[in-house]
């Protein structure tokens, strides 16, 4: 008879779950690695345990090593969600990414994020009816400008440009309010659910939606009421900003570029206040999508 093989995971029982987190406290750093091991592996079984651990009267080592720990099955979950995301269109794997980006980070925010969507659906409802369907291809997208800003009343946060929520999707839509880049995933959502073709401009320090016009683009500042920016104002943007004035930044942003910068954004804003754990789990997210560890 062959010896058991010890690489095969058993499943953990509530015992073994309570008695590895227990060990998340031992000085041992072999024992404590171990424990850890298995119970990442247990994944979203060892969660409302850990949960407990991590509020509870537990010592603040294994409080700690419990937080982390429930982080990381966090990320493992998001990193699975991610991969499957890859099998579908851009525009949703958009959507669903910044989603992700607020579930790592606020993983208590389902209800908002469900609310978030079903406002969505009813603000894509009303640019249906808003936007014209034979219309020229600038008179729909003008139709659809207006309808953002004047109708549903989005609009830059000039007033907390630096609040991290303007970086979250469910609270931008919620509030009407956010950041460049935030408030063009609205352009870039409603557009592409009522056929409006608009990509996302990713020029540095400001992150503008833009229509194609023949071999060119329009240009558009979603963050001040939609106003239209030339290609030459772009470029002066760029030079003044330290930049080679070059059309190589007014080109369209993929969908990993977006939400990369997503969360470097928050990493900047989350490093400036000390928010520690917020700013580790941000930079994971980027590593998530780009490999790299920053």
Known sequence: MSPPDDSVDRALSPGDIAALIH????????????ARTRLREAGVRAAPYLEDARSGDAEPAVRDESESLLDDIRLDDLERDWVALQAVEEGVALREGAFLLERLIHPDRAGRQAAARQDL??????AEMAVPVRASAAARFEALRIYIHETCGFRGNSDDYYDPENSFLSTVVAHRTGIPITLALVYLEIGRRIGVPIVGVGMPMHFLVARRTGASYRFVDPFYSGREVSRGECLLLLERAGYEPADGYLTPAPVVGILERMARNLTVIYQHSALERELRLARRFVTMLTGEVV
Do not use: P
């Open 121 to 126: 659906d009813e603000i894509v409802s009303g």
């Open 23 to 34: 060990l998340l406290g031992d000085e041992d750093r072999w024992v404590k690695e171990h």
